[in-house]
């Protein structure tokens, strides 16, 4: 999503883009993440050059090995099967050697490479084209394990940084986030907050009449904190038990949540959806009454901007980047449930303060767009070139 509105955002400036892409074969999708196929995207000076291969956004190991398999599996030995690496390391090093082709004739100025997945593409496209490269970090190895590091990735991640001639943040907690386990100079990164589309036309009413419900949206695992979202509901219920809980997505401790809302006597009360897109993820928005990002860490955080698009007040962890750029929320240490479960109570008793957060983080979030944060951009790839020639 980042993408695709950074990437508007930079044709509205009258930047041509030239977006390279992993580009799946037919039926493969990915289970856990909104997945935009780009070569549908009609965007202004946008040229789309996909590259055929098994890469989908938040692949794991253990899942890129389940794609191949069930490729394989489907080719059944007919016809000519692309080539794909063993593994998901294999597969970002071919896709990385691809690049260098398309480098050599694609015509461009910079290059601009977004997380682990793509860095090696970014590296060798400057190797062989000697054109400056940015990195984009939306999110760290260490954000996404809790501070237990992948070494493969985390080595890849730390080489695509070093190699790059500027770097990018999506908040200033991700930046500090380089400089301590990257050991990226400050002056190297720049800062740019990412923003929301209104493209849907929107209705504010709320569809839920009847019980409250409070709202987690996002990967189930372990960055996005979905434990403390179940032990704050376990509190709300002692006090009001005709509060009801959705938990909206997938991830590796889904089951994991089921069995703990089991466990704590709540699971009649708590909804688990799966995956949700398109027009569904904005009705669920609507329909709550709360949301809630709890995350341990979470380098910007585009759900709460949803949110508040579809004007559902929000709470949201300290450790975000967007609790940088937003006011009208209510923000909680991650870990102190007490303290999360007392902010549900409170919106959804004081209607006021529920109507305040509603109609103030409306306007609020309409005040961050993709333009300013392309503009940005911008700003980083002049200095960049300017630095490099």
């Known amino acids: 999503m980042a993408c695709k509105g950074l990437t508007t955002g930079l044709s509205n400036h009258g930047v041509e883009v030239t977006f390279v892409i992993p580009k799946a074969p037919e039926g493969v999708s990915s289970d856990t993440v909104k997945l935009l196929v780009a070569s549908n995207l009609k965007i202004e000076n946008l040229k789309v050059t996909g590259v055929d291969s098994l890469l989908v956004p938040y692949i794991t190991s253990e899942a890129y090995a389940d794609k191949l398999m069930s490729y ?60 400056p490269l940015v990195v984009h970090v939306h999110a760290t190895e260490f954000d996404r394990t809790g501070g237990h590091p992948n070494p493969q990735i ?11 001639d500027s770097v990018i943040t999506v908040s200033d907690f991700t930046k500090q986030m380089v400089v301590n386990h990257y050991g990226v100079e400050p002056e190297k990164i720049h800062v740019v907050h990412n923003a929301v589309e209104f493209e849907r036309d ?20 372990i960055q996005k904190g979905p434990d403390y979202f179940i032990d704050a509901a376990k509190k709300v219920l002692d006090v009001n ?36 897109r ?11 009454d709360v949301f809630v990002m709890p995350s341990i860490s979470e380098p910007f955080g585009l759900v709460p901007l949803e949110a508040m698009r ?29 303290h999360m479960a007392n902010q549900i109570l409170s919106l959804l008793k004081y209607k006021p303060l529920h109507k305040e957060l ?32």
Request: glycine share 10%; net charge negative; proline share 2%.
């Open 72 to 131: 394989l599996t489907q080719k059944g030995g007919k016809g000519q099967a692309p080539v794909y690496g063993d593994d998901l390391f294999g597969e970002v090093h071919r896709y990385g050697e691809i690049s260098k082709t398309i480098a050599k004739f694609e015509d461009f100025d910079l290059i601009h490479a977004h997380d682990w997945l793509t860095y090696k593409a970014g590296i060798n496209a400057k190797e062989v084209s000697g054109k």
């Open 202 to 221: 929107q209705n504010f009413s709320r569809i839920n009449s009847g019980d409250p419900l409070v709202l987690f949206l996002g990967r189930i695992t």
């Open 358 to 389: 509603s109609e103030n983080g409306y306007e609020e979030v309409h005040s961050l767009n993709w333009d300013d944060s392309a503009a940005k951009c911008i700003d980083v790839y002049n200095k960049t070139l300017m630095h490099a020639f």
């Open 278 to 288: 398109g027009a569904d993820i904005d009705r669920a928005y609507k329909m709550a």
């Open 241 to 276: 038990p005709k509060v009801k809980f959705a938990m909206v997505g997938s991830g590796d401790m889904q089951s994991r949540m089921i069995d703990k809302a089991a466990s704590l006597g709540i699971l009649k009360n708590v909804i688990f959806t799966g995956f949700l």
């Open 310 to 338: 579809n004007n559902t007040p929000c709470i949201i962890s300290k450790t975000s980047g967007v609790s940088e750029v937003i006011n009208h929320c209510l923000k909680v240490d991650f870990w102190d449930v007490d």
């Open 154 to 164: 985390y080595a890849l991640e730390r080489e695509g940084m070093h190699a790059a």
